[in-house]
């Protein structure tokens, strides 16, 4: 159990465009999901936490409207990375808390490359 | 500031030896302590968490933790180390009034056969 995907596992875009990834509790409702980017042999750093039914809370220094988040329903939450440029190339990586556990774990996603050329 | 620290960037150790990979931390109050581990490109793996109760946690693959409140420390550790166990090892940590968590800079476990 506690199952998280995430498509794409990677993904190549050119510069100005916009790239949305998804990440689904498959096996379990998540009234919170959180998204992370990690640089190469760098810690996770959380970008956002994603409550369904409401906006993101972005955590300091990230741009809420470049990196857009959408939390649609207890087993989906997006994040769409807008007019994406090769600094954002990293690995994007989701997880989520499921709602009936009290133990505060998170389930991790298996995450989504991203190259922006 | 409510950090986590890692103090290690990479533990070798050889196959069968014991291991130890050592994590701090300075959070205010009762937190919540958690292991993952990531293999190269794929997401994190929870190994074990420590609540509260016995300061001993046993985890997944044989490994377990210990919880020093005065030291403020959960060091991860394993009896015999095998060379599956290579991997990147991240300590973290959960404030008791927060659902976030606050990772550790990661520390890399190279297992020689």
């Known amino acids: 159990g506690a199952v998280v995907s995430q498509h794409p596992s990677w993904v190549i875009c050119k510069s100005g465009t916009s790239v949305k990834i998804e990440c689904r509790s498959l096996d379990f409702q998540a009234t919170t999901m959180f998204w992370y980017r990690q640089f190469p042999k760098q810690s996770l750093m959380l970008m956002a936490t994603?409550?369904?039914?409401?906006?993101?809370?972005?955590e300091q220094g990230v741009e809420k409207d470049k990196f857009l988040i959408n939390h649609a329903s207890l087993t989906l939450s997006t994040l769409t990375v807008t007019s994406a440029h090769p600094e954002d190339s990293s690995f994007y990586i989701c997880s989520a808390r499921d709602k009936g556990q009290g133990g505060g774990e998170q389930y991790f996603g298996p995450g989504t490359r991203l190259t922006v050329t | 500031a409510q950090s986590v620290a890692q103090p290690e960037d990479q533990v070798n150790v050889a196959e069968g030896n014991p291991l130890t990979v050592k994590c701090t931390y300075s959070v205010s109050g009762n937190p919540y302590l958690f292991w993952y581990v990531q293999y190269p490109n794929r997401g994190l793996q929870f190994l074990l968490k420590y609540i509260t109760g016995d300061n001993l946690v046993k985890g997944s693959y044989g490994f377990e933790a210990e919880f020093n409140k005065s030291q403020t420390s959960f060091h991860l550790k394993k009896p015999s180390a095998l060379v599956s166990d290579s991997a990147l090892y991240f300590c973290?940590?959960?404030?008791?009034?927060?659902?976030?968590?606050?990772f550790g800079s990661g520390t890399r476990l190279l297992v020689r056969p």
């Open positions: 973290a940590v959960r404030p008791d009034s927060s659902y976030k968590l606050i």
């Open positions: 994603s409550n369904e039914g409401s906006k993101a809370t972005y």
